[in-house]
């Protein structure tokens, strides 16, 4: 289950080092005087209840992949409050994290443990793991030797298997080959049809459509449309689209 | 940091790993290196300056793996949240992980390093003291000292890059101004007092001590201080960082 109620989150614009002294000094006697920042997201209201999917759709920009890091935990609002329950995993930017000179294996005992999992359970799914990222013998070679979608594959993989309660995917659908793709998609499909609560961020409507219960659509940090019917967000989006053009 | 001690360790063997990695002697380098430099040593002041102490080439060896032990915890740990930043934006590990383990990793090193010293203080003819097992202990303070700076540098570069730079001349200069080449023993007694001010000064002394199992030099209420010094700062940079890390993480 997550709560989103009116958040609120600013973001610095770099003024470089002379800008933040000025301000570490003056900012004493004059809290948020003039202070230059960019609100990201400006009171935001949201509900996603447990097993529930969440689209959320917006131009580029609009505060879509902010949403998922405060939902995550990276960012702590300015204002208002953001109430989660369960596991939370990020899938975003696959394979972070991941060091050129280690194998697979040992990449994935690494991010296992950095998303969370204990050794136990890392080596309870190894081979799991490895079978679905279909690199075979490719495992104990240094990951600096692999292709981008091979390294794209261990990741996925390595999120795969992680079994969260609260899932948050920021547009990951793209990875490897088509039939590699395919597999991705039923594995969401299949980690989204438990009790797994999802949010999805993603410029693919079809994905969204297919895949999502409700959705939002988000515009310069605010809801525009929803949360409710799919195809409400995506007309909305669309027209957004369409207006910018 | 307890529910996370399993990660910290991963990231402490990943560090092992990449830093030796390729390198035909491997981790035996945390030991050849301070071999090394003692054979340094010992060629400047032993054969070319005919210091006859062997104890001197080892108090300026422990002064150096003190010494390197700080600052290399404290530029680690300034530039700790930059470097990570990738992963800090894509997960939700809390962010003094990545900077703990870098001070866990340092701290790893310098007590392979030590392993050299018994050894080498019995090649050079020096006298083994059982006080030399308290050697590692020093590490503590010394790596508490260095995180607590490090823990609000580290704050302060997210928001100005120019941080780490300071840091890098500040500690340089240190290393001048915290008797790694000399000792108590080398300074004018009446400028003891001023010296000992500098807890890092007092924990290469403390390290010194341990070695030569001879204290007459170190006062008890200066070990305090640096020690009651080191765990103040490390408060001190824990508190800032809680309170600042959410702002510093937006600029990242």
Not at chain 1, 29 to 47: I, P, T
Not at chain 1, 135 to 152: C, V
Not at chain 2, 126 to 145: G, R
Request: aromatic fraction near 8%; charged fraction near 20%.
């Amino acid at each position: 289950m997550i709560q989103f109620h009116g958040v609120t989150l600013d973001f610095p614009v770099k003024g470089g080092a002379p800008t933040y002294l000025k301000e570490q000094v003056t900012g004493r006697f004059r809290k948020d005087g003039n202070r230059r920042s960019f609100r990201a997201l400006d009171s935001v209201d949201l509900a996603v209840e447990r097993g529930q999917i969440l689209g959320i759709v917006g131009p580029n920009g609009a505060g879509k992949s902010t949403i998922l890091r405060l939902m995550a935990g990276i960012y702590r609002p300015d204002a208002g409050t953001i109430r989660t329950r369960g596991r939370c995993v990020l899938l975003a930017g696959i394979g972070t994290g991941f060091q050129g000179h280690l194998s697979g294996r040992e990449n994935v005992r690494l991010n296992g443990s950095i998303l969370g999992l204990t050794d136990r359970e890392v080596l309870e799914r190894m081979e799991d793991i490895i079978a679905f990222s279909e690199l075979g013998e490719h495992i104990d070679q240094p990951i600096r030797t692999y292709s981008m979608g091979m390294k794209a594959r261990l990741g996925f993989a390595v999120a795969a298997h992680l079994e969260p309660e609260v899932l948050l995917i920021d547009e990951v659908m793209a990875v490897g080959d088509s039939a590699f793709r395919r597999k991705c998609q039923a594995r969401i499909r299949e980690m989204v049809s438990g009790d797994t609560t999802v949010v999805i961020v993603s410029h693919n409507m079809g994905t969204v459509a297919t895949f999502c219960d409700t959705a939002v659509c988000i515009h310069q940090g605010k809801v525009v449309a929803g949360p409710g019917e799919v195809q409400e967000a995506i007309d909305m989006y669309e027209t957004l689209l369409s207006e910018e053009e | 940091m307890l529910q996370h001690r399993r990660l910290v360790r991963h990231l402490i063997v990943r560090d092992l790993k990449v830093t030796y990695h390729g390198t035909f002697i491997g981790y035996g380098w945390t030991m050849l290196e301070p071999l090394l430099l003692t054979a340094v040593y010992w060629a400047v002041f032993a054969l070319l300056r005919g210091n006859e102490d062997p104890v001197f080439v080892l108090e300026i060896l422990l002064g150096v793996l003190v010494y390197s032990l700080f600052s290399k915890t404290l530029s680690q740990t300034t530039t700790g949240l930059v470097t990570h930043a990738s992963l800090i934006k894509q997960t939700s590990v809390p962010r003094e992980i990545f900077l703990w383990s870098g001070g866990g990793f340092q701290m790893l090193r310098f007590m392979l390093s030590c392993l050299v010293l018994a050894p080498t203080m019995l090649v050079l003819g020096a006298d083994l003291h059982w006080t030399l097992l308290l050697l590692p202990l020093i590490a503590l303070p010394t790596v508490a000292l260095a995180m607590g700076a490090g823990l609000v540098a580290s704050v302060l570069h997210t928001h100005i890059r120019d941080t780490a730079h300071v840091v890098g001349i500040l500690t340089r200069a240190g290393f001048f101004l915290s008797g790694v080449f000399f000792g108590m023993r080398h300074i004018d007694p009446k400028h003891h007092e001023l010296f000992a001010l500098n807890p890092v000064a007092v924990l290469i002394e403390m390290a010194r001590s341990c070695m030569t199992g001879d204290t007459t030099l170190l006062h008890a209420d200066w070990v305090l201080r640096a020690v009651a010094v080191s765990v103040l700062v490390l408060l001190w940079g824990s508190i800032v960082f809680v309170r600042r890390e959410a702002e510093a993480v937006k600029h990242l």
